[in-house]
């Protein structure tokens, strides 16, 4: 009978619903280990457990140069990123250490969606603002929002997310410009395709699907606050730093930006001093939006097919 192989599990929405998978590691003959971790590991953290480990299934932890030197060095094959997202993920090196590795593409794109599409519904009527002066004050708040129907919408990355994301705005009636360099048609999906940042102050609202690489961070910038609609709306469900959260925090501060709901930030968990705190009717998450019980179950099966997969060939 063949060793069994140990793999260390960081990914926190895994983590989660943890024991459901029991039975599929040991299905596979593989043993696992649950991290102590609520958002990432340390580079020190993950050089000292990993050489332990067979295989590892990464959240949005630092899987960096030097942490797969450490864990190649000791017993690590196989690497497999939990989600679509790759840019904590040096691959690169992963390949030089001859390292099985991958991330589990094309998924999370209607749960992500799902989220944008909240997120839009929320600036655009205040619905958090007015829950919180309810629960916390008492208060019977009305302030008049704005209608979704004929609302001008900017969508910055036409991948996975960024279509299901076109195709919830356009149900809403909303008119959908693409913002991407590698834009394809799709059938059905009545948006239009522009150069970006061309047309921004005719957009009432901004929404950000894009991964992060070279090309996309900081796309907004505070160059771009004289050019953006006075009022207008902005959310991020892509990767923080794919927005400059200084450029958000000036926007607020000279009226040009109406509000932000965020999923991801430059800086996560948001520090407790960050400005973007002081504005009442910003949404925030908690780099969340893949999080469903549907998705998690759905994903984590597909990762751990696939290290099993990579360890039994190795």
């Not at 589990?104 to 839009?120: C, H, I, Q, R, S």
């Not at 893949?290 to 190795?314: C, H, K, P, Y």
């Amino acid at each position: 009978m063949s060793e069994r192989k140990n793999i260390l599990v960081t990914c926190p929405p895994m983590l989660g619903l943890i024991e459901e998978f029991a039975g599929d590691f040991d299905a596979k003959g593989l043993d696992f280990t649950a991290a102590p971790v609520v958002q990432v590991m340390s580079e020190a953290e993950l050089i000292d457990m990993l050489p332990a480990y067979d295989g590892w299934i990464i959240g949005d932890d630092p899987a960096t140069a030097d942490v797969l030197e450490a864990g190649a060095a000791g017993k690590l094959r196989a690497i497999v990123k939990w989600g679509v997202g790759v840019d904590n993920v040096d691959f690169d090196a992963a390949n030089r250490l001859c390292l099985h590795s991958t991330n589990t593409p094309g998924v999370f794109g209607k749960e992500v969606a799902d989220l944008a599409m909240n997120y839009v519904g929320a600036l655009a009527r205040q619905s958090f603002y007015i829950d919180r002066e309810i629960r916390q004050n008492c208060s019977w708040p009305k302030p008049a929002g704005i209608s979704l129907a004929g609302k001008k919408v900017g969508l910055i990355g036409f991948g996975d997310i960024g279509r299901n994301t076109a195709r919830r705005m356009l149900s809403a009636d909303m008119e959908v410009t693409v913002y991407d360099p590698f834009f394809e048609a799709v059938e059905g999906l009545h948006v239009t395709p522009a150069q970006w940042p061309t047309g921004l102050s005719k957009l009432d609202f901004l929404v950000f699907t894009a991964p992060l690489n070279n090309h996309t961070r900081h796309m907004f910038h505070r160059g771009l606050l004289d050019r953006v609609k006075p009022g207008v709306r902005i959310v991020n469900v892509g990767r923080g730093p794919v927005v400059e959260e200084q450029a958000l925090i000036d926007g607020l501060q000279r009226g040009v930006i109406h509000s932000v709901g965020l999923d991801v930030f430059e800086v996560e968990p948001l520090p407790v001093d960050s400005p973007l705190r002081d504005y009442p009717y910003n949404v925030f998450g908690s780099h969340n939006g893949s999080n469903t019980i549907d998705a998690v179950e759905r994903v984590s099966r597909m990762a751990i097919d696939i290290i099993a997969g990579f360890l039994q060939n190795d």
